[in-house]
């Protein structure tokens, strides 16, 4: 089944506490991306990324890494997670610059 | 200049009537309209999508409607059903790079029996 997987779907952690949520795709899709989803605000893209070792900022970036060192894989990394930093988390791929975007399942994230 | 502005943030429609969310952009630069359907806890899905060299676009009980001149676009599910209880977003982009999508704010739509 053609599918974008999060890991993990829920996480508590604690300020400062590195954390990386995982992304994968089995589409062979190119362009891989992380959003954020707040009430009021919708979805933010976080980072994105065009191919492998290729990465971009979006219009959130601050507070976060990513990598792409496999063109199914696509990481985000919390180095210092803080409160503001709380949100819900969505992983999605495409399969270039004019194809639909397909969404993983959500990881909601709570720092403390 | 980047944002995409959506009403309502909420919106109850009785079974078998009309929903309308509308929205609104700044950017004339865009031209790629999708709009994306949330289940609660799913990801958000592509519904139906729109370019502005048409005003309309009909997929089943789901249109958008599209005003190049005023800059602004809209989904309208005719005979909504409960099932189509969700939050729906706009969004736009440039053709050329539809991975960069600007959301709007989401609207819950909630259709009773």
């Known amino acids: 089944e053609a599918q974008v997987t999060q890991n993990p779907r829920y996480l508590i952690t604690v300020t400062g506490k590195k954390l990386t949520v995982t992304c994968s795709q089995n589409?062979?899709?190119?362009?891989m991306s992380w959003y954020r989803q707040d009430p009021g605000l919708g979805l933010r893209q976080i980072y994105y990324?065009?191919?492998?070792?290729?990465?971009d900022k979006g219009d959130v970036p601050e507070g976060y890494k990513v990598s792409r060192k496999e063109k199914r894989n696509f990481p985000l990394i919390l180095e210092s997670p803080s409160p503001n930093q709380t949100s819900l988390y969505f992983c999605?791929?495409?399969?270039?610059?004019?194809?639909?975007?397909?969404f993983g399942p959500g990881t909601r994230l709570l720092v403390l | 200049q980047q944002q995409v502005k959506q009403s309502p943030q909420s919106l109850i429609v009785q079974k078998g009537g009309i929903s309308i969310i509308n929205c609104a952009y700044e950017?004339?630069?865009?031209?790629?309209f999708p709009w994306y359907q949330q289940f609660p806890g799913k990801g958000p899905a592509l519904l139906i999508a729109?370019?502005?060299?048409?005003s309309e676009k009909k997929e089943g009980r789901f249109t958008i409607s599209f005003n190049k001149s005023a800059k602004q676009f809209s989904l309208h599910i005719m005979d909504s059903q409960p099932g189509d209880s969700a939050t729906y977003f706009c969004?736009?982009?440039?053709?050329?790079?539809?991975?960069?999508?600007?959301f709007g704010t989401g609207t819950r739509l909630q259709v009773f029996p």
């Open positions: 999605a791929s495409s399969v270039g610059t004019r194809g639909t975007q397909y």
């Open positions: 589409m062979n899709h190119e362009y």
């Open positions: 990324s065009m191919n492998v070792e290729v990465t």
């Open positions: 950017n004339t630069a865009f031209d790629y």
């Open positions: 729109i370019r502005p060299d048409v």
């Open positions: 969004a736009a982009s440039l053709s050329y790079n539809t991975d960069k999508l600007i």
